[in-house]
């Protein structure tokens, strides 16, 4: 009976971010948003082109939503992390831990820097989708709630560690059976499941369609 239930949870699992990753693309602006990211990058593959870094930034900023508060700050930053494109194309967490601190950006009144976690994930994500998932404020609820309702894991811990976030979405990927490679299908469909978690995309899939309705969430 145990391994009855604890195949259904993983079934429930599967079938709901299936659900989540297959509602991204019938929004067209996500569609249209992505595209022009990745359009951004492409063209600017490297880190060392002034103008280029500066458009990847404000791509991010407006069309990506992603919070760096000063853009130009922030590529005179990225311009001086000399080993920037060696980390990038190697998957390096070093990467994400540079661009997240050591900028000098301090909101007014303030005497700490910020730490752009969540933009770093996502400025080294679209340089490599398949080594680098992009945090946020709704990939954390999902997952943590996810993993309340059918765990996936035996401790989430701090997501904003970025080891932990890649264990927690490796770890999800490879209990749900879904094994997608990449990160780009898992980040979309934890992006479609943070929303309908947090009440702000009431159109996403309905977690009670892929099973009993959760407890706690």
């Not at 479609?192 to 995309?201: E, H, M, N, T």
Request: proline share 5%; with cysteine; net charge positive.
């Amino acid at each position: 009976m145990r391994t009855d239930a604890a195949q259904a949870d993983v079934t429930d699992l599967r079938i709901f971010l299936r659900k989540c990753a297959a509602a991204f693309p019938k929004e067209p602006w996500n569609v249209a948003a992505d595209r022009a990211v990745r359009h951004a990058f492409s063209i600017f593959p490297t880190s060392r082109s002034r103008h280029g870094v500066l458009l990847k930034i404000a791509a991010l900023r407006a069309i990506w939503g992603a919070g760096v508060f000063d853009t130009y700050a922030m590529a005179d930053h990225i311009l001086h992390l000399q080993r920037l494109d060696k980390w990038l194309r190697r998957g390096d967490d070093r990467a994400v831990a540079r661009i997240r601190q050591g900028h000098g950006i301090r909101p007014s009144g303030r005497r700490r820097e910020l730490d752009l976690y969540s933009f770093a994930t996502k400025y080294c994500h679209w340089h490599r989708p398949d080594l680098y998932p992009m945090y946020d404020y709704y990939v954390d609820r999902a997952l943590k709630r996810l993993n309340r309702w059918r765990p996936f894991t035996d401790s989430i811990g701090d997501l904003r560690e970025f080891g932990r976030l890649r264990q927690a979405l490796d770890a999800c990927n490879r209990k749900s059976g879904l094994h997608w490679r990449g990160n780009k299908r898992l980040d979309q469909a934890f992006w479609v499941a943070g929303r309908k978690l947090s009440g702000d995309d009431p159109s996403a899939p309905d977690l009670q369609a892929a099973g009993k309705p959760p407890r706690g969430l």
